[in-house]
């Protein structure tokens, strides 16, 4: 019989063998590369001191290819609960000293229990994959331990916030669980995603393709938007994680925290009564807005880098956190197309989902035309942003700042969407249509018959600019609450969210509705 000294002896024995994973030179291999452990990411995230890790000691059952004797503690995941900027928050990371990282039963059943108590608890949950994908000894367990993971990330969506982190290999069928997540952050030139790698597109397509290119951060950052944020470093990918959750609730049920500001609620903007450039189709940047009115400057952005002519992120105005949306007037003139539509849609369905306020700046002469966009589903597209904006019962703030025309008026946050509280600049045009264009519609069999015809249509275009290209016909109506001077712009909106912090608003009965996906 041995003593309790003896025992607790033999804990930390065990303890100390599991914090090794696959064993030093397996770690050295990983640092080799540049690349952090799991351990590492984790305690690198987790607010010092806070990680309490779960099922250390647990164990594959797998008898093929003799892997009952190839068995290391934790089984190549590491999981538990943390502290982040002073909240809980469940974490995993996979362990690539153990095999990879690759998935067995055992490794599955330990994210499953995770997600249970992420669901159950209401506290959100991080997932670090850099993994060789299903165990391939195991084969068959391994497909169900996925689906289990997948079923559960669908289960949690919009209970609690779900973030993955790609710090490595994620392919096949591996990718699901970070795609059915809310955010997914990928290290720059050190992971991948992809359904069927290089090897399988040469062997079907007989096309060359490098893993970078298939599936590293910059191709789904920028291409296919899978992914949220590329990260130069795994440091910067675990701070960016950091900044997002501290905008957020832990669950559907409550409200974000608020962050003390020395920021003034009144604090005038006065960059902003001159930023609209006197030519109606210059440029400027939507961010500096953003910036100018935000506290303290500081605006998380999200896909950044995807559909550049719509900016989506998080910010706070008198220590409240928001989701904006703006259209970019610096990008492609602001005009919404398939991408820009759906990124945003996307975003305002997950501000709806976790009581974040959200807050669109308008600058959008409409939707892009042509073949391309007509033939790839641009109607679809816009149609999910109706829908996200329409059944959004989170308190909506709208700032028309110029340009607000035709479907693209409607889509963004108008009034008719259910918005709350609808600002226009002076510089506001909320119309039908641009002026040029519905100049040409309306006088351009007329001007035939004019001496001068292009000076006639000019004056037309000046009649209707006067009549029709500013805020207040909107205003008349009452689909525009008020036409604010852009310097005062932060105060409103701090003000809004007050008169709207109580807000109640419902959609009737139903299982869910079917957005155009
Ligand atoms: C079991 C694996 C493994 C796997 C790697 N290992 N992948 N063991 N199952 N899937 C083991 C290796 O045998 C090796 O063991 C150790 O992990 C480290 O692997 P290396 O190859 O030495 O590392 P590296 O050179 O860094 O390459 C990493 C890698 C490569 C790119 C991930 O290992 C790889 O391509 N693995 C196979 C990937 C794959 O085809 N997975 C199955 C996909 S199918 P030792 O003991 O030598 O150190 C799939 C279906 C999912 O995932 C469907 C879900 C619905």
């Excluded at 993994?131 to 997948?150: K, M, P, V």
């Excluded at 409607?410 to 641009?434: Q, Y």
Aim: aromatic letters at 8%; a negative charge.
């Amino acid at each position: 019989m041995s003593t309790t000294q003896e025992k607790i002896a033999e804990l930390k024995e065990k303890r100390a063998a599991a914090l090794l994973g696959g064993g030093q030179a397996k770690i050295d291999k990983i640092h080799a590369k540049g690349k952090k452990t799991a351990r590492e990411r984790i305690n690198q995230l987790a607010d010092p001191g806070t990680f309490e890790e779960y099922d250390a000691f647990k164990l594959h059952r797998c008898h093929n290819f003799g892997m009952e004797k190839n068995q290391f503690l934790g089984d190549g995941i590491v999981t538990g609960i943390c502290k982040v900027n002073g909240r809980s928050v469940y974490i995993y990371a996979q362990d690539f000293s153990v095999l990879a990282g690759s998935l067995s039963e055992t490794l599955a059943e330990k994210i499953v229990k995770l997600q249970d108590l992420s669901m159950r608890n209401g506290i959100p949950i991080v997932g670090l994959n850099d993994s060789g994908g299903a165990r391939i000894q195991e084969g068959i367990e391994a497909l169900r331990g996925y689906t289990d993971i997948f079923t559960r990330n669908v289960l949690a969506s919009g209970v609690v916030p779900q973030i993955s982190g790609v710090f490595g290999p994620c392919a096949g069928g591996a990718v699901y669980s970070p795609a059915l997540t809310d955010f997914v952050i990928q290290v720059n030139l050190q992971s991948y995603m992809f359904l069927t790698g290089p090897k399988v597109v040469k062997a079907v397509l007989n096309e060359d393709v490098t893993v970078e290119e298939l599936g590293g951060a910059s191709m789904h950052t920028t291409t296919s938007g899978v992914t949220d944020y590329g990260a130069p470093t795994e440091d910067d990918a675990i701070e960016y994680i950091k900044g997002l959750l501290s905008f957020w609730p832990q669950n559907n049920m409550e409200d974000s925290p608020v962050v003390e500001t020395a920021d003034p609620s009144s604090r005038r903007s006065e960059e902003l009564n001159t930023i609209i450039p006197d030519n109606p189709n210059a440029p400027y940047d939507i961010k500096d807005v953003i910036r100018s009115t935000v506290d303290d400057g500081y605006f998380l952005e999200t896909k950044e880098a995807y559909a550049p002519n719509v900016v989506v992120g998080f910010g706070r105005y008198g220590g409240k956190s928001v989701g904006i949306v703006a259209n970019q007037p610096a990008y492609y003139a602001g005009v919404l197309d398939i991408n820009a539509s759906w990124k945003a849609a996307r975003f305002v369905r997950f501000c709806d989902c976790f009581n974040i306020p959200i807050i669109t700046f308008v600058d959008v002469p409409g939707f892009l035309p042509g073949k391309e966009q007509e033939f790839g589903g641009v109607i679809r597209s816009g149609a999910k942003l109706m829908f996200a904006f329409a059944e959004a019962t989170v308190p909506k703030i709208t700032i028309i700042t110029r340009k607000s025309y035709g479907g693209a008026y409607c889509v963004m946050s108008s009034k008719h969407l259910r918005c709350d509280v609808n600002f226009a600049w002076p510089t506001g045009e909320i119309a039908v249509m641009g002026a040029k264009g519905a100049v040409e519609v309306l006088y351009a069999r007329g001007a035939k018959d004019e001496a001068d015809p292009a000076a006639y249509l000019a004056e037309k275009q000046e009649e209707y600019n006067k009549q029709f290209s500013n805020p207040y016909r909107a205003a008349e109506r009452g689909y525009i609450d008020d036409v604010i001077e852009p310097a005062e712009t932060r105060k409103r909106i701090i003000d809004a969210l007050d008169s709207l912090k109580n807000k109640r608003d419902d959609t009737p009965m139903k299982k869910h509705g079917n957005i155009p996906l």
